[in-house]
């Protein structure tokens, strides 16, 4: 199954570009203000440590934009000149390029970014998750197996499966099933090559781009009766059945839809 993206998906990747440029060249001009107002002489390492704050507090407080965006903005520039500062060898570039592509695998062109599930949300699946019947359980998007392995540890009654596209948090996921003994299974796999008709409960953490196209796979292949349950991300157009929002770090909302024979009609 391909991963269409729509206009209105393609819209939606966009928009993020358009605020990281306002929010770099807004910084930028706020701080050379700033550097011609101060009454001190600053350095070029101070500007660009004032640079990265304010464009951190415009990411968080005014744009609303995701917590990593802000840590971005806030290491970039001082990051940026601290690499030059160093005279680093052009093979420690080339070293951290290919970490980058190990730990965010296709990114560019899923359009999916790593994300963590909280410890809240481990602890609600937990409870949503049956207690004393065995059941099947996909992660698209497993990371580095995190909440697979916590859920694994709590509810031993689970099989527990996690697809993940990029090499080095599968390869992560693995060596912990390995060292610790979880009862969890990793595969380095396209989610849209997976079936799910076999899982009792899919479980995604994405972003808004894959979603539609996700539900469509959801529609199809999963049975009546069994649970898909998105992170934070809703599908456009379709009411989940459950909606349970958490106080954690990002905000969280689980949104559950029971899958039923007329889903995909």
């Avoid at 993206?5 to 701080?31: C, E, K, W």
């Avoid at 049956?130 to 540890?153: E, N, R, V, W, Y």
């Avoid at 090499?167 to 996921?173: A, D, G, R, Y």
């Avoid at 958490?246 to 909302?253: I, P, R």
Wanted: aromatic share 12%.
């Amino acid at each position: 199954m391909q991963n269409p993206i729509d206009a209105n998906q393609y819209h939606l990747l966009q928009v993020p570009i358009g605020r990281i440029l306002a929010i770099l060249f807004t910084s930028i001009l706020i701080t050379g203000l700033l550097g011609m107002l101060l009454p001190w002489d600053i350095t070029l390492l101070h500007a660009s440590l004032l640079q990265g704050v304010i464009a951190a507090t415009i990411s968080f407080h005014i744009l609303r934009t995701a917590i990593w965006w802000t840590v971005i903005h806030l290491f970039f520039l001082p990051g940026l000149l601290i690499a030059l500062t160093l005279e680093l060898s052009a093979y420690w570039y080339l070293i951290g390029f290919l970490v980058l592509i190990l730990i965010f695998g296709k990114t560019s062109h899923t359009q999916v970014p790593l994300f963590l599930s909280s410890k809240e949300v481990i602890h609600t699946l937990a409870e949503l998750l049956p207690k004393h019947h065995p059941f099947t359980f996909i992660d698209l998007g497993s990371g580095c197996g995190g909440l697979m392995c916590k859920l694994a540890q709590t509810l031993p009654n689970g099989n527990y499966h996690g697809i993940e596209t990029a090499i080095l948090p599968c390869w992560i996921s693995k060596l912990r099933t390995l060292l610790f003994g979880y009862t969890c299974q990793f595969q380095w796999k396209s989610i849209w090559l997976h079936d799910l008709a076999r899982y009792d409960v899919v479980y995604a953490y994405l972003s808004p781009v894959p979603m539609s196209s996700l539900w469509q796979k959801a529609c199809q292949e999963m049975r009546p009766g069994t649970l898909f349950i998105s992170n934070t991300f809703t599908i456009p157009g379709v009411t989940p059945t459950r909606s349970i929002k958490l106080n954690d770090f990002s905000g969280s909302v689980l949104h559950i839809w029971q899958m039923t024979s007329s889903a995909s009609k």
